[in-house]
Nanobody, 124 residues
Framework: QVQLVESGGGLVQAGGSLRLSCAASGRTFSGYAMGWFRQAPGKEREFVAAISRSGGITYYADSVKGRFTISRDNAKNSVYLQMNSLKPEDTAVYYC?????????????????WGQGTQVTVSS
C-alpha cells in the first residue's frame, strides 16, 4: 500500500508558476513509477507527465511540454511538478499516481495508487 498526498495547488494568474509536490508513504517509493494527471470540471481525467523509478525517463503531454517539468527525489519519497507559463486551460484538480513498474507512461490503468488531488486555478 502506498499513500500519496499532493500539495502546492492554489490560485495563480496566467503566466505564473506553481510547484506541486506529492509525498508518498508506505512501501518503498523508489519501487514505483510516478505520474501526474489532471481533471478539469466536466472533462475526463487526462495525463500530464510521467517519470520512471530512477527518474531517468520523463514524458509529457503535448499540452504541457516545454512548460511543465516532472522530477522526483527518492530520498525524500516525493515527486514534483514544476508548472511555468500557466494558462487558464491548465485549471484542474491535479493528481499524482504510483505504478509498481519501472515506467508507466500515460496509461492510467497501470497506476495502482492515487492521491486525493490538489486544485490549481489559473485566472486570465
Amino acid at each position: 500500500q502506498v499513500q500519496l498526498v499532493e500539495s502546492g495547488g492554489g490560485l495563480v494568474q496566467a503566466g505564473g508558476s506553481l510547484r506541486l509536490s506529492c509525498a508518498a508513504s508506505g512501501r518503498t517509493f523508489s519501487g514505483y513509477a510516478m505520474g501526474w494527471f489532471r481533471q478539469a470540471p466536466g472533462k475526463e481525467r487526462e495525463f500530464v507527465a510521467a517519470i520512471s523509478r530512477s527518474g531517468g525517463i520523463t514524458y509529457y503531454a503535448d499540452s504541457v511540454k516545454g512548460r511543465f517539468t516532472i522530477s522526483r527525489d527518492n530520498a525524500k519519497n516525493s515527486v514534483y511538478l514544476q508548472m511555468n507559463s500557466l494558462k487558464p486551460e491548465d485549471t484542474a484538480v491535479y493528481y499524482c499516481a504510483a505504478a509498481p513498474l519501472d515506467y508507466a507512461g500515460n496509461n492510467d490503468r497501470l497506476y495502482r495508487y492515487w492521491g486525493q488531488g490538489t486544485q490549481v486555478t489559473v485566472s486570465s
